[in-house]
């Protein structure tokens, strides 16, 4: 388990089935998602119960949960796992918008960070992020994120076109 003195950053469990439903249903997060449909229930059953190994999986969500109080406000995804690259893309989120401005996303992306590096032994990480995205951009780079490019026009959302930044942290 990994923990700080105000989180836990925990493997999902099926208790969090429902809000897991809840969150990737919400259109306002696939924008950042990549989503264009919703998700069932029973696809949400398969995912939480599937293997979490990320070996196997290529990919790990983490529950981002408050010590005081036990509520889970979020979660923490390592995808696009490359171990002989030594590489992970990683996203977060903090669903539960009183939660949000609070140093918790901070917090839950220095202790995942440190859990890629020494536990899955990687090199680096990055992340895609809208360029409109000004909090997002602002979180990543203030735990060491760099912005290596920018992908224009990459995104059409709302009837717009969104240019997506590329930035990567070196281990």
Same mark, same amino acid.
């Given at each position: ?6 989180? /836990? ?25 990549? %989503?264009? %449909? ?33 509520? %889970? ?45 020494? /536990?899955?032994?990687?090199?680096? /990480? ?46």
């Amino acid at each position: 388990m990994l923990k700080t003195d105000k989180l /836990v950053i925990r493997a999902m469990e099926p208790a969090d089935i429902e809000l897991l439903y809840v969150w990737e249903n919400d259109t306002k997060n696939w924008g950042i998602s990549n %989503t264009l %449909t919703p998700f069932s229930k029973v696809t949400l059953i398969k995912f939480v119960k599937a293997p979490q190994d990320i070996y196997s999986a290529k990919q790990q969500r983490l529950m981002i949960e408050l010590v005081s109080g036990k509520k %889970t406000i979020g979660c923490v995804d390592l995808f696009e796992f490359e171990p002989r690259h030594k590489r992970a893309g990683l996203g977060i989120l903090i669903a539960i918008e009183d939660e949000r401005g609070k140093g918790y996303a901070k917090l839950a992306l220095n202790k995942v960070i440190d859990y890629a590096k020494e /536990v899955l032994d990687l090199n680096q /990480v990055y992340c895609n992020i809208l360029a409109d995205n000004k909090s997002s951009i602002k979180l990543f780079e203030s735990v060491g994120f760099v912005k290596m490019g920018t992908k224009r026009n990459w995104c059409f959302i709302n009837g717009a076109w969104v240019d997506e930044l590329m930035f990567q942290l070196f281990l």
